[in-house]
């Protein structure tokens, strides 16, 4: 089955510890982003990827790091977690970047205390 | 820079009722516009899209044109089902534009009452 996946699917943690969050996908995609969705603000990105070794930042990348040793793998990592970086974080995966449909993993929810 | 801008919610309605929502948006180039539904709990699905001016997407009964003079792409159904209640989202991206991702709206939070 063509999917993403993310772990954790929930994480509580403390302002300052370091954490990642995993994102797989399995349809060879060349195109991997990350984004964030807040209430009344709908989803901004954070990070893309355009293939292994390519990524930059999107809309809002402070306070994040990504890396894409992998095709398939696309972490997003967070060195000191603050409270404004709770969120709901997807991540999501297309053919390649512009104009293509994106697939979308079921969503990681972050608290930081 | 693009933009996209939909009604917010919440929009509440009766079961079988007719439902619109409207997205508007400006873009440099020419994008593709898409509608995403995210039910409660899940991630993002596609629901349609568009990849050049007066295009019609459809699914699930749903149907949106792509309307370059007015830069739109509304939502449409003629009869809605509370199955329907979800969040949705439009979205644009533009082919060959950089390496944006999709620009979306906030999304607009349907609400479909028995």
């Known amino acids: 089955e063509a999917q993403v996946t993310q772990n954790p699917r929930y994480l509580i943690t403390v302002t300052g510890k370091k954490l990642t969050v995993t994102c797989s996908q399995n349809?060879?995609?060349?195109?991997m982003s990350w984004y964030r969705q807040d209430p009344g603000l709908g989803l901004r990105q954070i990070y893309y990827s355009m293939n292994v070794e390519v990524t930059d930042k999107g809309d809002v990348p402070e306070g994040y790091k990504v890396s894409r040793k992998e095709k398939r793998n696309f972490p997003l990592i967070l060195e000191s977690p603050s409270p404004n970086q709770t969120s709901l974080y997807f991540c999501?995966?297309?053919?390649?970047?512009?104009?293509?449909?994106?697939?979308f993993g079921p969503g990681t929810r972050l608290t930081v205390t | 820079g693009n933009s996209v801008t939909q009604m917010e919610g919440p929009v509440t309605l009766s079961e079988e009722a007719f439902l619109t929502i409207n997205c508007t948006y400006t873009a440099t180039g020419y994008p593709s516009l898409f509608w995403y539904v995210q039910y409660p709990g899940e991630g993002l699905q596609l629901l349609l899209k568009?990849?050049?001016?007066?295009d019609k997407g459809s699914n699930k009964g749903f149907e949106a044109t792509y309307r370059k003079e007015t830069t739109s792409f509304h939502l449409e159904k003629g009869s809605v089902q509370v199955s329907d209640s979800a969040v949705y989202f439009c979205a644009l991206s533009v082919p060959g534009g950089g390496a944006d991702g999709l620009t979306f709206g906030k999304g607009t939070h349907l609400i479909i009452q028995p």
């Open positions: 999501a995966s297309s053919f390649r970047e512009g104009g293509y449909e994106q697939y």
């Open positions: 349809m060879n995609h060349e195109y």
């Open positions: 568009a990849t050049k001016a007066d």
